[in-house]
């Protein structure tokens, strides 16, 4: 749509999904995170390959073998922590240094000051009496988005160290941008979190998996992401898992939310 029909479409902004409302994270208090841009996705296959055996006849340099140690080299050494603007200034709204390790201690607010790599498929074997000749493994990776791929990528080559092992890198496609701050609808989303929940602190923040806002920010439409709802850690654990749930509370603040915000943004009152 962007690329085809932004003529019909002609946004001044966007409201997207992405950031949500956090509570129990923070001894500062509920915050509504305002994502205002987004960590880059960057996809990985690593394929080892090597000749196929019986498997009472194991041996070191099996494809199998190879491919574990390379991975376990990889996951064993995990990207250094890092604030991009906007996770550095939510961090300051929250409380400064108290913050950040409250945000490092939950899996669900950790993605924000690192790099992630996630091991999410493997692939290998045919009969459980042989060892097979290939063996490949795929991460999808999320990158703050101020890091550079090529150099991501080659920190994983080194670690990988293996001349038998391939790597496949679907590299980002969509360069890195922000949304204002002092735009008309960050301050109307500011605006009714507040009134429908007064102690809460909205505040600004990048998502950390992937939405459609990317597009617009690409081409300069303020876009931001919020689901307006209140989530304990234990919500956002069913993100993508088993049983994912809204709770009727949640549905009813978000919907007076978007209700209010779109009020707000439309009169600028």
């Known amino acids: 749509m962007v690329e085809n029909h932004f003529a019909d479409l002609d ?40 000749e196929p055996g019986h498997g009472s006849q194991p041996w070191d340099e099996s494809a199998t073998h190879r491919l574990i140690r390379a991975v376990n080299r990889v996951l064993d050494a995990p ?26 201690s939950h899996r669900a607010t950790r993605p924000l000051l690192h790099d992630t790599i996630a091991l999410t498929m493997m692939e290998a074997g045919y009969k459980i009496n042989i060892i097979p000749e290939k063996a490949q493994m795929s991460f999808d990776c ?12 080659s920190n994983i080559e ?27 609808l960050f301050d109307a989303i500011e605006r009714a ?12 923040s990048i998502c950390a998996g992937g939405t459609d806002a990317r597009f617009f920010r690409k081409v300069g439409v303020p876009a931001y992401g919020l689901v307006p709802t209140m989530l304990t850690a234990e919500d956002r654990k069913g993100f993508h898992g088993l049983d994912e749930r809204l709770a009727i509370e949640n549905l009813l603040l978000g919907t007076r939310i978007i209700h209010d915000l779109t009020l707000r943004a439309a009169t600028g009152r």
């Open 11 to 50: 946004p001044a902004f966007m409201l997207d999904e992405g950031g949500s409302g956090a509570t129990g994270f923070f001894s500062a208090g509920d915050v509504f995170q305002i994502t205002v841009g987004e960590k880059k996705i960057c996809r990985v296959t690593m394929v080892a390959r090597a």
């Open 79 to 104: 990207p250094e922590d890092r604030e991009c603007p906007p996770v550095a200034e939510l961090i300051r709204r929250l409380g400064g240094d108290t913050a950040r390790k409250e945000m490092a």
């Open 142 to 153: 999320r990158l703050l988005p101020d890091t550079d791929p090529q150099a991501f990528i």
């Open 158 to 184: 080194q670690l990988v160290n293996d001349d038998s092992i391939s790597i496949d890198v679907r590299w980002p496609t969509e360069p890195p941008k922000f949304a204002p701050t002092d735009s008309t």
């Open 193 to 204: 979190c507040k009134a429908h929940l007064p102690e809460s602190l909205p505040a600004p």
